[in-house]
């Protein structure tokens, strides 16, 4: 099963027989089974029929639709299952604010130790800022320890995510060449090729989130770490960050390789674009590691999931839901 790239600009696809067919000026230029398709990814200034689009949900392929210049994405995941006993059981743990705010430490806990191990190996790796790496490690590391040993709220939780991430952030500086440009985490628009690649691969992976939570029969919006929003998946973000420091590390790795290159990139009204040429580069690069957090991301949401089972069960054996202190 493969994810099907779709980016570029003028192209059409439409259902042919069970088939995704690519059109181009009205020419086929390529035609891609169904069965063979787990996923699609596709750029804006792509036009899409909606016979295609009801044909991959009902396929259950999911289908990511990328906008330049922000980091939100549409996504599509397929027709939902028969899950509403799942799906109550999860707003039910969502609800006991108890239960919230372990799920909260546990997201936070899960970021706080991949940003930490990869400083760690990083701090093995160079020289140069060896011990700048290494500290800011351990200070993460502290940050884990107290989400371990004290019952934190889930605001408190956010709290410690945002200092350690702001740490995490200073010491990446280290992981790129200076002529980059990365001086930390910006975003809508990102301004430097580094946080351009970073915001692209945040959304492919929450994209993958709302994939694995309705794949597991969850509600993608219904969080414990990220409060209820408008056009936010909740859970799908809380999904997402174990899995930062990963991309992060992948992002590294083809500067660090010069897969990409500062020419691959231009600066457009203050904001920093990856060209036609990089984008092929960076998904024919990201989809492998890509691929194997996906499926990480997937036995996730099925815990999750499993948790949500028990919750249900014990909610319908008492009549009814403990609310939070902010319920009552």
């Known amino acids: 099963m493969a994810t099907l790239y779709i980016d570029r600009s003028g192209a059409e696809l439409e259902l042919d027989h069970g088939a995704l067919a690519v059109r181009l000026d009205g020419e086929l230029q390529q035609r891609i089974p169904?069965?063979?398709?787990?996923?699609?990814?596709?750029?804006?200034?792509?036009?899409?029929?909606?016979?295609?689009?009801?044909?991959?949900?009902?396929?259950?392929?999911?289908?990511?639709?990328?906008?330049?210049?922000?980091?939100?994405?549409?996504?599509?995941?397929?027709?939902?299952?028969?899950?509403?006993?799942?799906?109550?059981?999860?707003?039910?743990?969502?609800?006991?604010?108890?239960?919230?705010?372990?799920?909260?430490r546990f997201w936070v806990h899960a970021k706080c130790m991949s940003m930490a191990r990869l400083l760690r190996t990083e701090a093995e790796r160079q020289t140069a800022g060896r011990a700048?790496?290494?500290?800011?490690?351990?200070?993460i590391q502290?940050?884990?320890?107290?989400?371990?040993?004290?019952?934190?709220?889930?605001?408190?939780?956010?709290?410690?995510?945002?200092?350690?991430?702001a740490s995490y952030f200073e010491a990446l500086r280290e992981l790129f060449p200076p002529g980059l440009g990365f001086e930390g985490r910006n975003r809508r628009p990102p301004r430097d090729p580094v946080n351009a690649c970073l915001?692209?691969?945040?959304?492919?992976?929450?994209?993958?989130?709302?994939?694995?939570?309705?794949?597991?029969?969850?509600?993608?919006?219904?969080?414990?770490?990220?409060?209820?929003?408008?056009?936010?998946?909740?859970?799908?973000?809380d999904l997402v960050e174990p899995f930062r420091a990963a991309a992060d590390r992948v992002v590294a790795e083809l500067f660090r390789t010069r897969v990409l290159r500062k020419e691959h990139f231009q600066i457009t009204d203050g904001a920093c674009l990856l060209g036609k040429a990089g984008r092929r580069l960076f998904?024919?690069?990201?989809?492998?590691?890509?691929?194997?957090?996906?499926?990480?991301?997937?036995?996730?949401?099925?815990?999750?999931?499993?948790?949500?089972?028990?919750?249900?069960?014990?909610?319908a054996a008492q009549g009814g839901v403990t609310p939070c202190g902010r319920c009552t």
Do not use: N
Not at 132 to 139: C, E, V
Not at 150 to 160: F, I, K, Q, T
Not at 283 to 309: F, H, I, K, N, Q
């Open 283 to 315: 998904y024919e690069s990201a989809e492998p590691p890509l691929g194997r957090l996906r499926e990480r991301m997937r036995r996730l949401a099925r815990t999750v999931a499993r948790a949500a089972d028990r919750t249900y069960e014990q909610v």
């Open 132 to 139: 700048a790496l290494a500290g800011t490690a351990a200070r």
């Open 142 to 165: 502290a940050h884990a320890r107290r989400l371990r040993q004290e019952r934190l709220g889930s605001e408190s939780a956010r709290g410690v995510e945002g200092a350690a991430s």
């Open 34 to 104: 169904l069965l063979q398709l787990e996923r699609c990814v596709i750029a804006s200034g792509v036009r899409v029929s909606t016979g295609l689009l009801a044909g991959l949900a009902e396929a259950g392929i999911g289908v990511l639709i990328l906008r330049p210049r922000q980091e939100r994405a549409a996504v599509l995941a397929g027709v939902p299952q028969g899950d509403a006993t799942r799906r109550l059981g999860q707003a039910a743990m969502a609800l006991h604010l108890p239960t919230k705010d372990r799920w909260a």
């Open 199 to 237: 915001s692209l691969f945040y959304t492919l992976l929450y994209g993958a989130a709302v994939e694995a939570a309705t794949a597991a029969g969850l509600d993608p919006a219904i969080g414990f770490l990220h409060e209820p929003a408008p056009g936010r998946a909740g859970l799908a973000c």
